[in-house]
């Protein structure tokens, strides 16, 4: 039992490399990253488990001040924002490009599973970001319907609501069963115990990432100016989120909590949409998809710096 320990305090220890190599798994063996696309969902519920665990119930819940905080921040994230870019993009009559479709799809949605695992490898409280990821899932299916009424080219929201309500129920499952293990088995996990936690966690974005990937291998190969222009968007899409939300949050009351937030704020469940939109839709947002896991994956080296304590 020592040596698994010790084992997986290594896997949180190289966390960061860790998810570089799921990422050069998923583009070099798009073989793998198709067979692993069936078990995406369990994966996302373990990986939502391993964050839930970590955290127990009674930092997953927060005060009062931290629901009005959380409500604030998802709404601002999940609605505001994709009708603001609605509105830049009808003022630069881009609508109608794909362009348009898949930056306000990644702003319409949650936040990634992730996100609370993303936190704890830069150093910070993952509390904050479980809180929001579950607030901002819940909410989900209101706020969604506003861009898609706004964005017709994006399909019908009604699609999108069961997909929601399906992700919604595996938070609960996920995070009522990782709960119920912290009340009775794991009162007061020692150091060494959260250590092993955070490695799992490692281990299993490692493995996720690579089903996620199976559209750029192909893309790099075949169309490499695609893959690039695509890969520049979603890093100029998720970076810009990121930094801007953690510079803003730097002065005001959520300082201490502004990592998690900030991280959510450019990392978002786009992925969400490819069981709920018609094929037509999602086909083009493909290689978008994929190329945004790099950037998510790389938060935790690029914006290493950035997310450090006392510099953003």
């Not at 901002?136 to 309500?165: K, N, R, Y």
């Not at 300082?255 to 969400?272: D, P, S, T």
């Amino acid at each position: 039992m020592t040596g698994a320990l010790a084992l997986l305090g290594l896997a949180a220890r190289y966390g960061r490399s860790l998810l570089v190599v799921g990422l050069v798994g998923g583009i070099a063996l798009p073989g793998v990253a198709n067979a692993m696309k069936p078990f995406l969902p369990e994966l996302v519920a373990f990986l939502l488990f391993i964050a839930a665990l970590r955290i127990g119930p009674r930092q997953a819940v927060g005060a009062v001040r931290d629901l009005q905080v959380t409500a604030g921040l998802a709404l601002l994230f999940q609605l505001v924002m994709p009708i603001a870019a609605i509105g830049v993009m009808a003022v630069g009559g881009w609508l109608s490009s794909p362009i348009a479709s898949s930056l306000v799809l990644m702003l319409s949605a949650a936040s990634i599973a992730g996100s609370p695992n993303l936190t704890v490898m830069t150093g910070h409280d993952p509390a904050p970001a479980l809180r929001l990821l579950i607030l901002g899932t819940a909410i989900l299916p209101v706020t969604v319907l506003a861009p898609f009424w706004l964005l017709p080219e994006l399909g019908s929201a009604a699609e999108v609501l069961d997909a929601a309500a399906r992700l919604l129920v595996v938070i609960a499952v996920a995070a009522g069963a990782a709960f119920l293990i912290r009340g009775f088995l794991l009162r007061q996990p020692s150091a060494d115990t959260i250590r092993a936690i955070d490695g799992v966690s490692a281990i299993a974005m490692a493995v996720v990432v690579i089903g996620l990937m199976s559209a750029v291998g192909p893309a790099i190969a075949e169309t490499p100016l695609r893959f690039v222009y695509w890969l520049l968007v979603a890093f100029a899409a998720n970076f810009a989120l990121q930094i801007a939300t953690a510079l803003v949050l730097r002065s005001t009351p959520l300082r201490e909590e502004r990592v998690g937030y900030a991280i959510i704020a450019g990392n978002r469940n786009i992925a969400l949409f490819l069981a709920a939109l018609p094929s037509a839709v999602t086909d083009p947002l493909l290689l978008f998809i994929g190329c945004y896991q790099i950037p998510m994956y790389l938060t935790p080296i690029l914006l290493r710096r950035l997310y450090r304590t006392g510099a953003a």
